[in-house]
Structures are given as structure tokens and as C-alpha cells.
């Protein structure tokens, strides 16, 4: 069965340093999504892209964040210089259909900043 | 705020007993979604419910949606401890990213 990949699974990084968290959507999948949780709380949407561009983005995006499809397989997330309060864990998913079906999720990349 | 609340934050229940989990959104919606993520995992999609829908069946689960009273609930019947894990809400506005609640915590006891 098709699924979203993740790598890494875990990293640990310098508070200062920048991050990057890849994903392999779902191959005929067109729409792609970041969410994150921080240990334990609620599950908080990121960014949306779509053909190329985001599409979306929430407040917690900021201009540390930057989203990238660099060839026809992956998905990053760049976290430019990470702070203590980006800990969390970093879901990638995709869907076929924009913002009205379901998402499937990747296992996550657990980010830890030290 | 346009996320879904689930209610309660937390269940435990015995095998076999059914769970039932509630959620309330303050918008209109295109959809409502329930998730299940086993700890440390991904979310995997459970059910969706369309707005002009009131009831849906999956296997043992059962999703309802009452739009009047903005809210969901979801019941898994006959619970087994693999069900044990945390089940979220999802709602679907128009042309916006789906929003998930804080989630259920279902622990099942055998």
C-alpha cells in the first residue's frame, strides 16, 4: 500500500542551526501538508503546497520556515535557525484532493533542539 | 476558533465496552474528519463525514453529525485494547487547510 515517508526519524540540533525534514509523498498525490504536535498537545497545521507554491500557511509559519518540492519525489521543510520552542514532532502527509479529502500521514521526524 | 474540541480529554475503558468520544466546532464545515494516532506515530484517517451527512458506519466505528448543534460524536463498539490510542478530530472549512482538535485519549484495558 502507498505511503508517506519521512526522513530523518529523529534529530537532535544546536539551537541556532538550521534543519531540514524530507518527505516522499504519496506518488499521485498533488496536495502536500505540515503539520506539527509538541509532545502530548494538539496537532497544528503548518503549511499547505500545491503546484509548486504554498497555498496556505498559519501564523506559526513564520520566515524561519520554507517549504521546497525539489524534484518530482520530495518535500522539505526548512527550518532556518531553530529555536528551543520548535521541539516537536513534524508530520508530512498528502492528499488527492484539495483541503476536502482525507490526508495521509508520514510516521513523523521527531525534532529535538538543544 | 475554527478547530474541533473533543470531549472527554481522556477515556478508560474495559475490552469490549464501548467508547464514545464527542467533538464541537464553532464554523460551518464542507467536512468532519476523525483521525487515530497510536503513540509516537502518524495519524492514520479513520471516517469522514459530510456536511449534508448525519451518520456514517465503518466496520465498528460510527461517526454522526448533528450541523444544527455543530458537533460530532464517534463511537467504537466493542472496544479491544488495540484500540487503545489518541483520536482526533478534523474539521474541513472551505478552501482551508483541515484543523485538528486536542484530541481523545482512549485507553482500553483487557
Known amino acids: 500500500e502507498p505511503e508517506v515517508t519521512q526522513t530523518p526519524s529523529h534529530q537532535v540540533t544546536q539551537m541556532g542551526q538550521e534543519v531540514i525534514l524530507r518527505c516522499v509523498p504519496i506518488s499521485n498525490h498533488l496536495y502536500f501538508y505540515w503539520y506539527r504536535q509538541i509532545l502530548g498537545q494538539k496537532v497544528e497545521f503548518l503549511v499547505s503546497?500545491?503546484?509548486?507554491?504554498?497555498?496556505?500557511k498559519s501564523e506559526i509559519f513564520d520566515d524561519q520556515f520554507s517549504v521546497e518540492r525539489p524534484d518530482g519525489s520530495n518535500f522539505t521543510l526548512k527550518i532556518r535557525s531553530t529555536k528551543l520552542e520548535d521541539s516537536a514532532m513534524y508530520f508530512c502527509?498528502?492528499?488527492?484532493?484539495?483541503?476536502?479529502?482525507?490526508?495521509?500521514f508520514g510516521e513523523g521526524s521527531r525534532l529535538t533542539v538543544l | 476558533s475554527q478547530q474541533g474540541e473533543e470531549d472527554p480529554q481522556a477515556l478508560s475503558i474495559q475490552e469490549g465496552e464501548n467508547a464514545t468520544m464527542n467533538c464541537s466546532y464553532k464554523?460551518?464545515?464542507?467536512?468532519l474528519q476523525w483521525y487515530r494516532q497510536n503513540s509516537g506515530r502518524g495519524l492514520v484517517h479513520l471516517i469522514l463525514?459530510?456536511?449534508?451527512?448525519r451518520e456514517k458506519h465503518s466496520g465498528r466505528l460510527r461517526v454522526t453529525l448533528d450541523t444544527s448543534k455543530k458537533s460530532s460524536s464517534l463511537l467504537i463498539t466493542a472496544s479491544r485494547a488495540a484500540d487503545t490510542a489518541s483520536y482526533f478530530c478534523?474539521?474541513?472549512?472551505?478552501?482551508?487547510?483541515?484543523?485538528f482538535g486536542k484530541g481523545t485519549t482512549l485507553s482500553v484495558s483487557s
Open positions: 502527509a498528502s492528499s488527492v484532493s484539495p483541503n476536502t479529502g482525507e490526508l495521509f
Open positions: 478534523a474539521i474541513n472549512q472551505a478552501g482551508t487547510a483541515l484543523i
Open positions: 464554523t460551518s464545515i464542507n467536512n
Open positions: 463525514i459530510r456536511s449534508n451527512e
Open positions: 503546497f500545491y503546484n509548486n507554491e504554498i497555498s496556505e
